[in-house]
C-alpha cells in the first residue's frame, strides 16, 4: 500500500524524485523525530503537517506529530504576538508572558520528548525549549513574515529562539542577523493529492457552487483565506466594486476558522457588514465553513483568484490556485512573488493599489485565451516548484545534518 501510494506522485514529478525520497529517508529510518504545532485544521501550516508527516511513516520513516494544548487566553495572546511579528504593536505585559510561558510548562508536563530531533512550528510553542533537559537537536520553523516585527516582541521571543539550534524561515528577507542561530529557507507547498487539489468534476463543482448559492454560470472572482485583517478581505470588497462596474461577475470570499486564531470570526463579521453596504451585495458571497471539496471547488471554477495579503509568509492558496489552472492576481509582499511571476502565471500589484488590481482582474476577466495561457503557466510553475515530494526532500537534507 505504502508502494502504491508513492507512485502514484511518480506520475506527477517524475519517478527520479519519489526514488531520492526513498534513497535519503532509508538513512533516517532509525530515528524518531517529532512536529509540534498548535492546531491540528486550519491554515496551511497543519494542512502541511497533515500530508507530509503520513508521508514520512508511509517510506519507513518514525515521525510523531504533537498538538500544543492552549486555553482561549493563550491563544487569544499567542494572535497577538502573531500580528506583532507581523509589525503590530502589542501591550507586553507580565500577565501575557506568564500566561505564554505557563501554559507550555503544563504541556511540557506531559508530553514526553524522548526523540532524535524536535521541530517547533511558529511561536506558540516556543518556549517548550525550557522544560527539557536539551539531549537532542531542535529546529524552529517560523512561517510568519518577521520582515518588520514589534521590537518589544522580537527581542523578548528572540531570548527563546536562541535557544534552537537551526532556524526555517520562508523567505531570505526573514532571516535575522541579530539572531545568532543557523537559518534557511524551505518554502512551503502543497499536496497535489488531496481533496483540495485532486481533478474534480464539472458536475461536482456545480453542485458545490450551487449549494452555496453560487451561480456556476457567471464569472467567478475569488479570495480564499482566514479571515485575518492581514489578508485585507475588505480591500478585496474594494476591488470587485470597482470590477463589478465594468464586467457582470460574482465575487466569493471563502474561509474557515482556525482553532488558534481567536479574532477570525469578528473579521467576518465586519467583512459581511461592509459586503452587506454593497451596491453588488446580491453578487457577493461571504462563506464560512472548513470544507476542503468546496475550496477547490471554487478555485477550479474561478476566472480569477485574487490574493490580497498586506504581509504574507508565504500564501499556499496561490499555488493551490495555479495548480488547478487559475490565474492569480496578487500582492506583491512575502513569498507570493516566488509563486506569481508577473504577466506569466497572473499580476503582481502592491497591496494599497486598488486601481491597479481591478485593472488586472478586469484584462483577465475579458481575456479568455490570457486567462488560458497563464493559468497553464501557473500550473507548471507550481508542478515544478512547490509540490510537497520537494518539501520533504528538503526537511530531509536539513535533518542528515543533524541527525543522519
Same mark, same amino acid.
Not at 503537517?49 to 519507513?60: A, E, H, R, T, W
Not at 541579530?178 to 458536475?203: A, E, G, Y
Not at 497572473?346 to 486601481?355: A, I, M, S, T, Y
Given at each position: ?37 498548535? +492546531? ?11 500530508? #507530509?508527516?503520513?508521508?514520512?511513516n ?10 500544543? @494544548? ?16 507581523q ?9 501575557k ?23 517547533? @512550528? ?6 517548550l *525549549? ?15 513574515d ?10 523578548y521571543?528572540?531570548?527563546? #529562539?536562541?535557544?534552537y ?7 531570505e528577507?526573514?532571516?535575522k ?6 537559518q534557511?529557507? *524551505?518554502?512551503? +507547498?502543497?499536496?497535489?493529492?488531496t ?28 479570495? &480564499?483565506?482566514?479571515f ?44 459581511k457588514k ?20 468546496? &475550496?477547490n471547488?471554487?478555485? =477550479?471554477a =474561478? ?5 490580497? =495579503?498586506?504581509r ?25 512573488p ?11 500589484h ?52 543533524y541527525?543522519?
Amino acid at each position: 500500500m505504502k508502494q502504491k501510494n508513492m507512485n502514484l506522485y511518480k506520475a506527477i514529478v517524475g519517478e527520479e524524485t519519489v526514488d531520492k525520497i526513498y534513497e535519503k529517508s532509508s538513512r533516517l529510518k532509525d530515528k524518531h523525530i517529532v512536529c509540534i504545532s498548535s +492546531t491540528y485544521q486550519g491554515g496551511g501550516v497543519a494542512e502541511m503537517l497533515n500530508s #507530509m508527516i503520513p508521508m514520512f511513516n508511509d517510506v519507513g520513516m518514525n515521525f510523531g506529530w504533537r498538538i500544543l @494544548h492552549g486555553t482561549p487566553d493563550f491563544f487569544t495572546i499567542t494572535k497577538k504576538f502573531h500580528n506583532s511579528l507581523q509589525g503590530d504593536r502589542v501591550n507586553l505585559s507580565q500577565r501575557k508572558k506568564n500566561i505564554y510561558y505557563e501554559t507550555n510548562r503544563r504541556f511540557a508536563k506531559f508530553t514526553h520528548l524522548n526523540h532524535a530531533l524536535v521541530v517547533v @512550528h511558529d511561536p506558540q510553542p516556543l518556549p517548550l *525549549i525550557d522544560f527539557y533537559e536539551k539531549t537532542q537537536p531542535w529546529i524552529l520553523r517560523l512561517h510568519i513574515d518577521i520582515t518588520k516585527p514589534n521590537n518589544e516582541l522580537w527581542e523578548y521571543l528572540k531570548g527563546y #529562539m536562541s535557544k534552537y539550534d537551526h532556524v526555517v524561515v520562508s523567505h531570505e528577507d526573514y532571516k535575522k542577523k541579530d539572531l545568532k542561530v543557523p537559518q534557511s529557507i *524551505i518554502f512551503p +507547498t502543497i499536496d497535489p493529492l488531496t481533496i483540495k487539489n485532486k481533478p474534480i468534476t464539472v458536475n461536482t463543482i456545480n453542485n458545490y457552487l450551487t449549494k452555496f448559492g453560487v451561480k456556476p454560470d457567471k464569472p467567478i472572482v475569488s479570495q &480564499v483565506s482566514r479571515f485575518d485583517k492581514f489578508k485585507d478581505p475588505k480591500g478585496v470588497l474594494k476591488i470587485f466594486e470597482k470590477v463589478r462596474k465594468e464586467v457582470d461577475c460574482q465575487l466569493i470570499l471563502l474561509g474557515s476558522l482556525a482553532t488558534d486564531d481567536p479574532e477570525g470570526q469578528k473579521i467576518f463579521e465586519d467583512v459581511k457588514k461592509a459586503a452587506d453596504k454593497s451596491t453588488f451585495k446580491d453578487d457577493i458571497h461571504l462563506i464560512l465553513v472548513d470544507n476542503d471539496i468546496l &475550496v477547490n471547488a471554487v478555485q =477550479s471554477a =474561478s476566472a480569477v483568484v485574487i490574493q490580497k =495579503s498586506l504581509r504574507e509568509g508565504f500564501g499556499l492558496v496561490v499555488s493551490e490556485a495555479l495548480y488547478k489552472k487559475t490565474p492569480v492576481v496578487a500582492s506583491n509582499v512575502g513569498g507570493i512573488p516566488f509563486q506569481v511571476i508577473d504577466g506569466e502565471t497572473g499580476f503582481l500589484h502592491d497591496p494599497k493599489d486598488v486601481n491597479g488590481f481591478a485593472g488586472s482582474v478586469i484584462r483577465l476577466l475579458n481575456d479568455g485565451m490570457l486567462r488560458e495561457e497563464l493559468g497553464t503557466k501557473g500550473h507548471d510553475h507550481v508542478r515544478d516548484n512547490f509540490l510537497i515530494t520537494r518539501l520533504m526532500l528538503d526537511w530531509m537534507e536539513l535533518f542528515e545534518k543533524y541527525i543522519g
